[in-house]
């Protein structure tokens, strides 16, 4: 699971249930360290559903806490190559309006670094 892109940008390779979860809660443990560091130390986020065909309530759970703790470092998240069955989950819930989507992940890290220049600059 995961590997960094650059210093402000990591990106981390999803796959399917029964990982999915523990993947998830890398990801949350990683931020929950780094946020108990300095502001610099939480990374933009690229989650990459590529291999990911189903979501269940608890992984949109960890999603949102994934959120949540990026929003309160002032940092973004895209989900990326995300299949119509799993943007269903999304849509179905209405979490599609919280989530940003991208189609690929090269797309995605192009679009974070982008606005990461944008904000400082």
């Known amino acids: 699971m995961g590997?960094?892109?650059?210093?402000?940008?990591?990106?981390a390779?999803?796959?399917?249930?029964?990982?999915l979860s523990d993947e998830l809660d890398q990801v949350i443990s990683r931020?929950?360290?780094a946020a108990k560091g300095k502001k610099n130390e939480v990374p933009?986020?690229?989650?990459n559903f590529?291999?990911?065909?189903?979501?269940?309530?608890?992984?949109?759970?960890?999603?949102?806490?994934?959120r949540s703790l990026l929003d309160g470092q002032?940092?973004?998240?895209?989900l990326c190559s995300v299949s119509?069955?799993?943007?269903?989950?999304?849509?179905?819930?209405?979490l599609d309006r919280?989530?940003?989507?991208?189609?690929?992940?090269m797309t995605a890290l192009a679009g974070l670094q982008l606005e990461s220049e944008m904000d400082q600059g």
């Open 74 to 78: 002032g940092k973004t998240m895209k």
């Open 31 to 33: 931020l929950e360290k």
């Open 84 to 94: 119509d069955e799993v943007l269903g989950a999304f849509t179905v819930t209405g």
């Open 50 to 66: 590529g291999n990911v065909t189903y979501l269940n309530s608890s992984n949109l759970s960890q999603l949102l806490k994934i």
């Open 13 to 19: 390779e999803l796959d399917d249930e029964p990982g």
């Open 44 to 47: 933009h986020l690229v989650l």
């Open 3 to 11: 590997m960094d892109w650059s210093q402000d940008i990591a990106i």
């Open 98 to 105: 919280l989530f940003r989507f991208a189609p690929d992940p």
